[in-house]
């Protein structure tokens, strides 16, 4: 069974830092794109970061650009957000999510995973 968990989430004060977590189990993670969304009390869920399976090519939403950083580790089947110059803005649950590209009994399909999530909260 595939399962995303995430950590590391909790409160800090603005300006602060957090480095978010995302373990799998049950995939090969080297074949996965990996991203973050969050979304905020009373928004819409919007993606915040992403790498790619290929080459680790990043992606930051310009909310987060300059301040927050994506990683991975495949060795480990984990994927890393340091979340620096924290904003109460950026206050959400963040969700890991993970899609890939794979054949099953010969026909193509899209695979996709998501985290339950993990509360960041930016606050004095």
């Known amino acids: 069974q595939v399962q995303l968990v995430e950590s590391g989430g909790g409160l800090v004060e603005p300006g602060g830092s957090l480095r978010l977590t995302c373990e799998a189990s049950?995939?090969?993670?080297?074949?996965?794109?990996v991203a973050w969304f969050r979304q905020a009390a009373g928004k819409e869920r919007e993606r915040v970061s992403c790498?790619?399976?290929?080459?680790?090519?990043?992606f930051y939403g310009d909310p987060v650009k300059g301040r927050f950083t994506i990683s991975r580790d495949n060795a480990k089947n984990t994927v890393y957000l340091q979340m620096n110059s924290l904003k109460p803005e950026d206050t959400a649950v963040y969700y890991c999510y993970a899609d890939t590209l794979g054949y099953y009994s010969g026909i193509l399909k899209e695979y996709t995973y998501w985290g339950q999530g993990t509360q960041v909260t930016v606050s004095s």
């Open positions: 790498i790619s399976s290929g080459d680790g090519s990043t």
């Open positions: 049950g995939l090969t993670w080297y074949y996965y794109n």
